[in-house]
């Protein structure tokens, strides 16, 4: 018994469990927070376009959520829920800087030297 506990102590936490559905934050208290940070910085503070912007990236995001790799959500997931700061905007970028839905940017490999290239 005392082996079993110390074999499961020893494994860590379960992993994280990613849903289909985009995840729940509360928009409003995150941008009266943001508002009072606004204020307390000298900036105009109006948590409405903050609250617009949440729910404009909330919208895109359960357009796409069921498109994207799970890998990616799960990484984007953790980092934008994570703390006290949880926003829809954060984990779009996210999403976006990981690039998943764009293989064909990827740069394209530069010519061996002594090779030429067009316009050369």
Known sequence: MKAA???LSLVGQPP???SDSVPNFDIKSLC???SVD???SGLPQDASKCVSDEAVARQQLNSIW???PAGPR???ELMAGSGQVQSYVELLICL???DWDSPSTVPS???KQGSKTPGN
Do not use: G, N
């Open 66 to 68: 069921l498109t994207v």
């Open 38 to 40: 606004d204020k307390a």
């Open 74 to 76: 799960e990484s984007c």
């Open 32 to 34: 009266a927070d943001v």
């Open 96 to 98: 976006k800087m990981i």
């Open 109 to 111: 490999q530069r010519p």
């Open 5 to 7: 506990l110390l074999a």
């Open 16 to 18: 994280v469990q990613i």
